[in-house]
């Protein structure tokens, strides 16, 4: 079998001074009242910068596909793939589910390449709404697929661990291309095998 090797289309990494982001971790909990020279909290500041940076670095990956032999064209769909990302107005975790469906063309995707994708746009300041909507975008345009449909399922830390402290309330957002977004009979079963249970383990 062929294995195409598409580029992942990453965007270049930003800049990155990870002595500059320790400093600025401990002027930030030193300003927030915390004693750093307690041995227990020295190394806090470089754990610190390096856990934010940790999270705002996707893996590289390569988009592998492969040619669709069988003709096969119903929906692939991948369910409850766990994702965490960093809400843009508070740099606290969102974290939950993704289930990601896709209608073939000419090509097939391999499996795990669906959870790379979430990955690539997890791992950056997110909101939800855009976070869903750059998945489904991606793969339209890097599978050249019929269509598309991502659901994200995820608790908000800046929700649950302060704030309005809504323990255990998750946010759901879609979006839907192509064929997902015309043809109601494909978009309904797409939505039952994401509700269906199993889709999201506890
Ligand atoms: N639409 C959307 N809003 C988000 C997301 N993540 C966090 N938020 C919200 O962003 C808003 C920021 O509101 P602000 O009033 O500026 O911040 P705040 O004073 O910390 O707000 P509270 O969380 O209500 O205490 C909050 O309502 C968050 O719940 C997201 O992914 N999508
Ligand atoms: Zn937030």
């Not at 982001?21 to 915390?34: C, D, F, P, Q, S």
């Not at 754990?47 to 692939?76: G, I």
């Not at 965490?84 to 469906?101: D, K, Q, T, W, Y």
């Not at 896709?102 to 939800?128: C, D, F, T």
């Amino acid at each position: 079998m062929t294995i195409a090797q598409l580029p992942a289309a990453r965007p270049a990494a930003p800049p990155r001074n990870m002595e500059a982001a320790e400093i600025a971790a401990a002027e930030m909990l030193t300003a927030l009242g915390i004693d750093l020279s307690e041995d227990a909290l020295a190394a806090t500041p470089g754990r610190m910068a390096r856990a934010l940076a940790e999270m705002l670095t996707p893996s590289e990956f390569t988009l592998t596909t492969f040619p669709n032999d069988q003709r096969y064209h119903h929906l692939v769909i991948e369910r409850a793939i766990r994702f965490r990302s960093l809400c843009e107005h508070h740099l606290l975790p969102f974290v939950g589910h993704a289930h990601i469906a896709y209608l073939p063309g000419k090509r097939i995707l391999g499996l795990s390449k669906l959870a790379r994708v979430v990955e690539l746009h997890a791992h950056r300041p997110q909101v939800q709404e855009r976070l869903t909507q750059q998945i489904a975008d991606y793969l339209e345009k890097e599978l050249d697929c019929r269509g598309v449909g991502v659901v994200l399922d995820a608790e908000h830390m800046c929700m649950s661990a302060r704030g309005v402290r809504a323990d255990g309330a998750t946010t759901v957002t879609m979006a839907l291309l192509g064929a997902l977004r015309d043809d109601p009979a494909l978009r309904a079963e797409f939505m039952t095998f994401t509700t269906t249970p199993g889709a999201v383990p506890r």
